[in-house]
């Protein structure tokens, strides 16, 4: 079988030049065509709003004090009032209105911050458990119950609590323990030491009455 014929001096490689060129080609043309999706893309992307909104600065009446801050739209309650207002004493746990842990009253009445909205509660009274204390530092009776009976062991869902029964006590001052159990179900306790809460709630509206008639 006769050898292939060598190319004449000073010939290119055709068949091998012609594959580099096309790769250099598909690469170079790749990047063309990136380049300009990117151009026709970018202005569509960046006139889209951001997914919250912008911030609004509202005045709040929290703990009976007027407090400002810069809320989202879509921010809620247990939100402002922990990272925005440092009231960290409303605890944020399962964030679905669930545990009860982020239970702060409004207008005096229970409700999970978790599912408030913040910019809906403007003229409304919100307190938390730093504001169940009096002005000059006085614990409120449910809390000095707390510290009497030592009714929560990690105390996480401690302030939920101590907010529901406040909000309950102020329609039923003299509850029966199971009335309590009933006025306090929607918390959770993961510890699940509900006994020893009752008995803590139970004696915190017993304070709460003796010093009614005071």
């Known amino acids: 079988m006769p050898e292939p014929e060598a190319p004449p001096p000073g010939a290119s490689a055709g068949p091998a030049l012609s594959r580099r060129k096309f790769i250099l080609g598909v690469i170079a043309g790749g990047a063309v065509v990136s380049a300009a999706s ?16 912008g911030e609004r600065l509202l005045t709040l009446r929290v703990n009976g004090r007027l407090r400002r801050a810069e809320v989202a739209q879509q921010e ?47 003229n409304r009274a919100v307190t938390t458990v730093e504001g169940l204390a009096a002005p000059d530092g006085k614990l409120h009776p449910l809390q000095q119950a707390v510290i009497a009976e030592q009714g929560f062991q990690c105390a996480f869902c401690m302030s939920g609590f101590l907010m529901a029964a406040a909000g309950f006590l102020k329609t039923n001052p003299n509850p029966t323990r199971t009335e309590m159990a009933h006025g306090v179900s ?29």
């Open 38 to 53: 990117y151009r026709l893309l970018a202005p569509r992307a960046a006139s889209r709003p951001a997914l919250l909104g």
């Open 186 to 214: 929607g918390n959770l306790c993961r510890c699940q030491d509900y006994s020893k809460i009752l008995d803590t709630l139970m004696h915190g509206a017993e304070l709460m009455r003796k010093g009614a008639q005071a």
């Open 76 to 122: 809620t309650l247990a939100w402002t009032l922990r990272y925005k207002l440092g009231l960290t004493g409303t605890k944020l746990a399962c964030d679905r209105a669930e545990c009860g842990s982020c239970t702060v009253l409004l207008d005096d009445v229970p409700h999970y911050a978790c599912s408030v909205l913040t910019h809906t509660v403007r």
